[in-house]
C-alpha cells in the first residue's frame, strides 16, 4: 500500500488560473495530457473527463496491461492535486485505507493519523482482491465525502474523486464488488487493446522516456471544483429529466433483472449529461447526451436474473433494451 503523491515532485506546480483560462481550456489541457500518454482511446478519455466534472467516481474494468492504472497516473499528475495510490490486497485492512486513532506518548492521549482516502485522487489498484469487509470501508467516503472512525467524523478534501480497477479474467484471489460499492461509482469503462498502428506509436513514444514522466500539472484543485460547480449550472429541460427517469424506471420493470438501477443511477446520469454538454461547450444537456452515457452510468448498477444470465443476458443489453424502447424526446 502506498499514500504517496505521485506526480512530478520535482516539477514546479502549473495550476490554471481560471482568471486568465476559460473552462474550455482547462479541458483542452487535460485531454492533450492524457492524450499523450494513453492514445487512440479518445471515447475512455472523454468518459474520465465526464465523471471528473460530475464530481463522480469511476471504476476501470478490463483485461491486464491495457492501461488502467496509467490512465489514472496521468489524470493525477495533470492536476496539481493530492494523490494517494492504494494496493487492494487480501490483507488490506480498513485502518490501512481510512486510518486510525493512534497513541501519543507525549502526552498519553488519541489522535486521528488519517490514511490514504485523505486525498483529491484516490486510485483504488485491484480493488476486488480486498475482503468485503475492507472494500465496505469505502462506501462512507464515496457516497458522502466523509469518514468516520470511533464516533469522530472527518471531512475529505474538496474535490474527492476514487478511480478503482479491476481486472475481470483474474478470478482467483478475488471478490465480487457488491452492489452497494458498484452503485457508489458514477460510471463503469474499458479501455480494450489499441489498434495495431496505435500500438506501434506506443512503442515509439516509449524508446527514450515514458510520457507520463513528461506530464505537468495543468489545474490545481480550486481550478477544478469551479469546473465542477459550472457543470452543475448547465441547463436540463423537464423532457430531458422525465427521459432519464423512464429509462431508469425500465430497468426496473424488467423481469429478467434482479435489480433495476436506484435513484443514485437516475442522478449520476443526470450530472453526466451536464458534463459531457459542459465538455462540448453547450449550456445545455441533449437527449444524445443521456443516451451516449446511459450504458456506462446504469448497466453496473443492474442484477440480472441468474435464468437470464445463464442465456447470456447482461446489464448492458437491459439498457441498450430501455434506450430502444423509449421514445426520445422532441
Same mark, same amino acid.
Given at each position: 500500500m502506498s499514500g504517496n503523491k505521485e506526480h512530478c515532485e520535482n516539477e514546479p506546480a502549473d495550476g490554471v488560473d481560471l482568471k486568465k483560462l476559460d473552462g474550455q481550456a482547462a479541458v483542452v489541457a487535460l485531454r492533450r495530457n492524457l492524450s499523450s500518454v494513453i492514445r487512440g482511446k479518445e471515447e475512455s478519455l472523454d468518459m474520465l473527463l465526464t465523471a471528473l466534472m460530475a464530481? =463522480?467516481?469511476?471504476?476501470?474494468? &478490463?483485461?491486464?496491461?491495457? =492501461? $488502467?492504472?496509467?490512465?489514472? $497516473?496521468? @489524470?493525477?499528475?495533470?492536476?496539481?492535486? $493530492?494523490? %494517494?495510490?492504494?494496493?487492494?490486497?487480501? &490483507? @488490506? @485492512?480498513?485502518? &490501512?485505507?481510512? =486510518?486510525?486513532?493512534?497513541?501519543?506518548? +507525549?502526552?498519553? &492521549? !488519541?489522535?486521528?493519523?488519517?490514511?490514504?482516502?485523505?486525498?483529491?485522487?484516490?486510485?483504488a489498484d485491484e480493488i476486488n482482491r480486498a %475482503?468485503?469487509?475492507?472494500?465496505?470501508?469505502?462506501?462512507?467516503a464515496m457516497a458522502e465525502r466523509q469518514v468516520s472512525i470511533e464516533g469522530v467524523t472527518s471531512r475529505l478534501p474538496h474535490p474527492f474523486m476514487v478511480m478503482a480497477t479491476q481486472n475481470p479474467v483474474e478470478y482467483n484471489g478475488t471478490y465480487p464488488l457488491p452492489e452497494?460499492?458498484?452503485?457508489? !461509482?458514477? /460510471?463503469?469503462?474499458?479501455?480494450?487493446?489499441?489498434?495495431? =498502428?496505435?500500438?506501434?506509436?506506443?512503442?515509439? %513514444?516509449h524508446a527514450t522516456v515514458k510520457p507520463l514522466d513528461t506530464i505537468h500539472p495543468v489545474l490545481?484543485?480550486?481550478?477544478?471544483?469551479?469546473?465542477?460547480?459550472?457543470?452543475?449550472?448547465?441547463?436540463?429541460?423537464? +423532457?430531458?429529466?422525465e427521459y432519464i427517469v423512464h429509462i431508469v424506471a425500465r430497468t426496473r420493470g424488467d423481469s429478467r433483472l434482479r435489480l433495476g438501477a436506484s435513484?443514485?443511477? %437516475?442522478?449520476?446520469?443526470?450530472?453526466?449529461?451536464?458534463?459531457?454538454?459542459? /465538455?462540448?461547450?453547450?449550456?445545455?444537456?441533449?437527449?444524445?447526451?443521456?443516451?451516449?452515457?446511459?450504458?456506462?452510468?446504469?448497466?453496473?448498477?443492474?442484477?440480472?436474473?441468474?435464468k437470464a444470465r445463464h442465456s447470456g443476458f447482461t446489464g448492458t443489453a437491459a439498457v441498450q433494451d430501455a434506450l430502444r424502447a423509449e421514445a426520445v424526446p422532441g
Amino acid at each position: 500500500m502506498s499514500g504517496n503523491k505521485e506526480h512530478c515532485e520535482n516539477e514546479p506546480a502549473d495550476g490554471v488560473d481560471l482568471k486568465k483560462l476559460d473552462g474550455q481550456a482547462a479541458v483542452v489541457a487535460l485531454r492533450r495530457n492524457l492524450s499523450s500518454v494513453i492514445r487512440g482511446k479518445e471515447e475512455s478519455l472523454d468518459m474520465l473527463l465526464t465523471a471528473l466534472m460530475a464530481e =463522480g467516481h469511476v471504476l476501470i474494468e &478490463d483485461v491486464p496491461g491495457t =492501461g $488502467k492504472t496509467t490512465l489514472a $497516473k496521468a @489524470l493525477a499528475a495533470s492536476l496539481d492535486a $493530492k494523490f %494517494s495510490r492504494i494496493q487492494f490486497t487480501p &490483507d @488490506l @485492512l480498513p485502518t &490501512d485505507i481510512l =486510518g486510525g486513532m493512534v497513541y501519543r506518548a +507525549s502526552d498519553g &492521549d !488519541f489522535t486521528f493519523r488519517p490514511g490514504p482516502v485523505f486525498a483529491h485522487i484516490v486510485l483504488a489498484d485491484e480493488i476486488n482482491r480486498a %475482503s468485503p469487509r475492507t472494500q465496505s470501508a469505502l462506501l462512507e467516503a464515496m457516497a458522502e465525502r466523509q469518514v468516520s472512525i470511533e464516533g469522530v467524523t472527518s471531512r475529505l478534501p474538496h474535490p474527492f474523486m476514487v478511480m478503482a480497477t479491476q481486472n475481470p479474467v483474474e478470478y482467483n484471489g478475488t471478490y465480487p464488488l457488491p452492489e452497494a460499492q458498484l452503485d457508489r !461509482f458514477c /460510471l463503469r469503462m474499458s479501455l480494450g487493446y489499441p489498434q495495431q =498502428g496505435r500500438e506501434v506509436e506506443i512503442l515509439q %513514444s516509449h524508446a527514450t522516456v515514458k510520457p507520463l514522466d513528461t506530464i505537468h500539472p495543468v489545474l490545481n484543485a480550486e481550478g477544478l471544483a469551479e469546473l465542477q460547480r459550472r457543470v452543475r449550472m448547465v441547463g436540463v429541460e423537464q +423532457s430531458v429529466l422525465e427521459y432519464i427517469v423512464h429509462i431508469v424506471a425500465r430497468t426496473r420493470g424488467d423481469s429478467r433483472l434482479r435489480l433495476g438501477a436506484s435513484l443514485r443511477g %437516475s442522478l449520476d446520469l443526470r450530472r453526466c449529461a451536464q458534463a459531457r454538454a459542459f /465538455l462540448d461547450g453547450r449550456d445545455h444537456v441533449r437527449p444524445d447526451d443521456v443516451q451516449a452515457l446511459a450504458v456506462a452510468v446504469l448497466a453496473h448498477r443492474i442484477s440480472v436474473d441468474a435464468k437470464a444470465r445463464h442465456s447470456g443476458f447482461t446489464g448492458t443489453a437491459a439498457v441498450q433494451d430501455a434506450l430502444r424502447a423509449e421514445a426520445v424526446p422532441g
